[in-house]
């Protein structure tokens, strides 16, 4: 089992441009959840899908963030036109169903850096 | 909405030492904690979790009691390693829809 993977590791953008960040959750897993690192801010909540429908998107900045599951295998988080704030280390993590007591299993993260 | 504070950013101890990294929470649902660990240039995993109250969890020599009378998760452990050095965080499943919420983090500095 490879774990969570993450692809790009890391994606250097300039100030405006489009980033893709992409997500395969460990084959099995129904859950998906994504968050952004900083070392203000600690790990927050944008987004969480289970079955690849979209449970809870209460974290994610309206405007220029968007993610979506299209089959069980990946996910994608989007970030338009994007900023300096935006630099950070996004997660990605799954788990097996999506129940409350569930350990999540993160990837290792892409790191984002907005110039 | 649900939230995770973690009052210390940067705990720094001399080896053999006990440690004691403060967790407390909010959320109006039935609360499920965890703790993570992240070592350096590594994805945070499990360290330990519960929900039943006034029950001590332990796992790898660190342990928790979740205190729902006072809404905290504290960890634990009798003496610090080395290999403890890492980033600690603090985590809530709480809501009606199961999202995990984190703190802030509470980065562990062992010294020799």
């Known amino acids: 089992n490879a774990g969570v993977i993450q692809t790009p590791r890391h994606k250097v953008t300039g100030k405006g441009q489009e980033a893709t960040l992409w997500c395969e959750p460990i084959?099995?897993?129904?859950?998906v959840f994504w968050y952004r690192q900083t070392i203000v801010q600690g790990l927050e909540f944008l987004t969480y899908f289970r079955n690849q429908a979209p449970i809870d998107d209460s974290g994610m900045p309206k405007e220029r963030f968007s993610a979506q599951m299209p089959n069980q295998s990946h996910s994608t988080l989007k970030i338009q036109s994007t900023q300096p704030q935006d630099s950070a280390v996004y997660l990605c993590?799954?788990?097996?169903?999506?129940?409350?007591?569930?350990?999540?299993?993160f990837g290792h993260g892409t790191k984002l850096s907005v110039l | 909405g649900d939230s995770v504070t973690q009052t210390e950013g940067l705990v720094t101890l001399t080896k053999g030492l006990p440690v004691m990294l403060n967790c407390t929470y909010q959320t109006t649902y039935s609360p499920f904690l965890f703790w993570y660990v992240q070592h350096l240039n590594e994805a945070p995993k499990l360290l330990l979790k519960s929900s039943t109250d006034n029950k001590r969890t332990e796992h790898q020599g660190f342990y928790a009691t979740l205190h729902k009378s006072s809404s905290s998760f504290h960890l634990q452990k009798s003496s610090v390693q080395l290999s403890d050095s890492a980033l600690y965080f603090c985590?809530?499943?709480?809501?009606?829809?199961?999202?995990?919420?984190f703190g802030t983090g509470t980065r562990l500095q062992v010294l020799p």
């Open positions: 084959s099995g897993h129904s859950a």
């Open positions: 985590a809530l499943s709480g809501s009606n829809t199961n999202k995990v919420v």
């Open positions: 993590a799954s788990s097996l169903v999506g129940f409350s007591n569930e350990r999540l299993f």
